[in-house]
């Protein structure tokens, strides 16, 4: 069974600083993804960046980047120069393999980050 | 062009109704799932369905009764509602792309009210 962990609920931030947010992970899985979600106020889920656990360099894309650290399992979703939009809740997610080759994923509770003006 | 869209957006019904959620993706994706969403915002699979076929079942009660018309589709029926059905429910689509990544996608999410 997978298990993600976030253990920051919630974090304000300055704007234009930038901000890591935790995530650490547990599976038995030999092959897995790795997924970061963005949930605004209006209650969509975005996606916002994916890590395979087979892939040697971390994931960027734009502002956001994943420090992927296979060996402590912990997949932190770091944006830089952040901005008022980034206010919303953050979901770390790891995707399982079923029987049948399709993925579900395993979320944790999210982290709810407020940038500051 | 919206990518999943669910029908409707909100639903406030009263305990013991019979309710359905209709969910449908223009992405050509094989796979699509249901996730529920509760008060403390954690977020949990429900189902899963690849072109049709029921795939994941996540000790869902029975009231709850997916049904998939075709690939595009995957409708959501509650039977016998109760309090804690309450909550918002997403559906979700994606596919197996070159590299072994399979990113889903959500819908803007069905909130879910039961009086």
């Known amino acids: 069974a997978q298990k993600i962990t976030q253990t920051q609920p919630g974090m304000f931030v300055q704007e234009k600083e930038a901000v890591t947010l935790d995530c650490t992970y547990d599976t038995s899985d030999q092959s897995y993804g790795l997924f970061w979600y963005k949930q605004p106020s209006s209650g969509e889920m975005i996606f916002l960046i994916y890590q395979g656990s087979y892939d040697e360099q971390n994931a960027t894309e734009g502002r956001y980047s994943l420090n992927f650290q296979k060996a402590r399992k912990s997949a932190n979703l770091v944006i830089s120069a952040s901005q008022l939009g980034d206010s919303a809740m953050y979901f770390c997610a790891m995707s399982g393999i079923s029987n049948f080759g399709n993925e579900k994923l395993t979320f944790g509770t999210g982290t709810r980050l407020t940038i500051i003006p | 062009d919206t990518a999943v869209s669910q029908t409707p957006k909100y639903l406030v019904t009263q305990m013991g109704n019979d309710k359905s959620i209709k969910c449908e993706q223009n992405l050509g994706h094989d796979t699509m799932y249901w996730y529920k969403q509760d008060s403390k915002k954690f977020l949990k699979i429900m189902f899963s369905?690849?072109?049709?076929?029921?795939?994941i079942n996540e000790t869902v009660p029975n009231r709850f009764s997916p049904k998939s018309p075709d690939k595009a589709h995957l409708n959501l029926h509650i039977n016998s509602l109760e309090l804690g059905d309450s909550a918002v429910y997403f559906c979700?689509?994606?596919?197996?792309?070159?590299?072994?990544?399979?990113?889903?996608?959500f819908g803007p999410g069905t909130r879910l009210l039961v009086l």
């Open positions: 369905y690849n072109n049709k076929e029921l795939i």
């Open positions: 979700a689509s994606s596919q197996l792309e070159r590299g072994g990544q399979e990113t889903q996608y």
